[in-house]
């Protein structure tokens, strides 16, 4: 389920076992590993990656996180190179870098984040990705398709930069990147 910046809701369910860029924006990128969920070909992200500079951030549905090759423990706050930080206080993860600040709750069984930023064209990039397109501040919502098997028909821009029309099944394919720390998301 994606709630986007502008309240818009759909649901982009992608595929089980790939990668999906979530939001890529000028020295930041999210990617998240989608999982199955139940028995119905419901997904969830079960990993999340963040490259921001020469950082990179693991985030595991199991709370675990990874800070440039090292575990962070509960407590832990950690900065990043060029600034900005990341912390683990029980099940709960803040990334925060540049302009971004991302806040993850691991469930055990999924992830969930929530993303924050003061102005998402403040480096003059307009932000893309499954959400972060949602951050374009035309104070418009986004809304699209929801329910089986919707994959953000009505919500996300085909690669030509339209949108993709209700039903849509396909346009979520061109947000798949081959890894967690992939960034050649265009």
Do not use: C
Request: no cysteine.
């Amino acid at each position: 389920h994606v709630i986007g910046a502008e309240w818009g809701k759909y649901e982009g369910q992608g595929e089980a076992g790939k990668t999906y860029n979530r939001l890529s924006d000028r020295g930041f990128q999210m990617n998240g590993t989608f999982e199955k969920w139940g028995n119905g070909g419901a997904t969830v992200v079960g990993k999340a990656g963040i490259t921001a500079g020469s950082n990179y951030v693991e985030v595991d549905k199991s709370g675990a996180v990874i800070v440039n090759g090292q575990a962070l423990k509960d407590g832990d706050r950690v900065g990043l190179s060029g600034g900005g930080y990341v912390e683990k206080n029980g099940d709960d993860i803040t990334v925060k870098k540049g302009e971004w600040e991302v806040e993850f709750q691991t469930k055990g069984n999924m992830i969930n984040m929530d993303i924050d930023t003061a102005n998402a064209v403040s480096d003059g990039v307009r932000p893309h990705g499954l959400i972060g397109q949602t951050f374009d501040g035309d104070g418009k919502a986004r809304n699209g398709d929801k329910g089986k098997g919707a994959q953000g028909g009505g919500a996300i821009e085909r690669a030509d930069g339209t949108m993709s029309r209700r039903g849509d099944q396909d346009t979520v394919e061109s947000y798949q990147v081959g890894a967690l720390f992939d960034t050649s998301f265009g």
